[in-house]
């Protein structure tokens, strides 16, 4: 299928692309969509789509890195979002806005897959914990940023969709001090990397382990994005804005 892009359209009804890290808001950006991100602060994403009013987008579209849930995912593998679950309840996606992002990433050469995603205001570190949070929820992969974008949306009746990309598997451990080495900006912040290195809160193989799963975390989101193309591949469905599912 041969898809005319029309940039000028996209341009005046960008989709928001809801992130984390500031990598993430790199790829995402483009023709077609506006980035918001809090530094992996929940609270304060909150605060920012709040401080927008209305969503002025048509389309609110998580994006980004995960950590994985679901045991057979493995670092690279993708999930597209078929809901997102709290313990306050599931925000199912959009389906045709899902559907159009399945058959963008259709010729990706990494697997990918249509699932729920957790939604946690604090990053689950430990394999228990994520074998905890999986049986609970039957979700693929969870992150700190899904469940407040489909808030957002859904509060204010946009179409809500997510791509995020397995970074560290179910089976393995994500060290808290580096959970927490971001700056508000979602930069990274190398100087709390190398104290906890340094105080041994953080062991050096795990952080090579982690810089390798996220290597093939962005590698793998760098070509969702490619393929996404304009306004992240959802597709102008002014006629359904209604009808979020």
Do not use: W, Y
């Not at 709290?86 to 697997?111: K, W, Y």
């Not at 009746?157 to 971001?182: E, Q, S, T, Y």
């Amino acid at each position: 299928m041969i898809v005319v892009e029309d940039h000028a359209a996209a341009a005046a009804h960008p989709v928001l692309a809801v992130t984390g890290l500031a990598r993430e808001a790199r790829l995402a950006a483009g023709p077609g969509v506006a980035t918001i991100g809090a530094g992996g602060d929940p609270e304060r994403l909150r605060a920012m789509l709040l401080s927008r009013g209305q969503p002025g987008c048509r389309a609110v579209v998580s994006f980004g890195i995960a950590g994985g849930l679901d045991p057979a995912l493995k670092p690279g593998d993708v999930v597209v979002a078929s809901g997102v679950v709290t313990a306050q309840g599931r925000v199912p996606a959009h389906a045709a806005s899902a559907a159009a992002l399945i058959g963008r990433l259709s010729g990706a050469p990494m697997r990918v897959v249509a699932a729920d995603l957790a939604g946690v205001d604090a990053a689950v570190l430990s394999p228990a914990a994520k074998a905890e949070l999986h049986a609970a929820t039957g979700a693929a992969a969870v992150d700190m940023e899904s469940h407040v974008a489909a808030a957002f949306a859904q509060a204010h009746g946009v179409p809500f969709c997510a791509v995020r990309v397995v970074c560290d598997p179910a089976g393995r451990a994500l060290p808290a001090a580096i959970a927490k080495a971001l700056k508000p900006n979602g930069e990274p912040d190398l100087l709390a990397v190398l104290s906890a290195v340094a105080r041994r809160d953080a062991k050096v193989g795990g952080l090579v382990r982690l810089a390798r799963d996220s290597s093939a975390a962005f590698a793998a989101l760098g070509r969702c994005r490619a393929l996404l193309g304009v306004g992240l591949g959802v597709p102008d469905l002014g006629e359904l804005l209604g009808d979020v599912a």
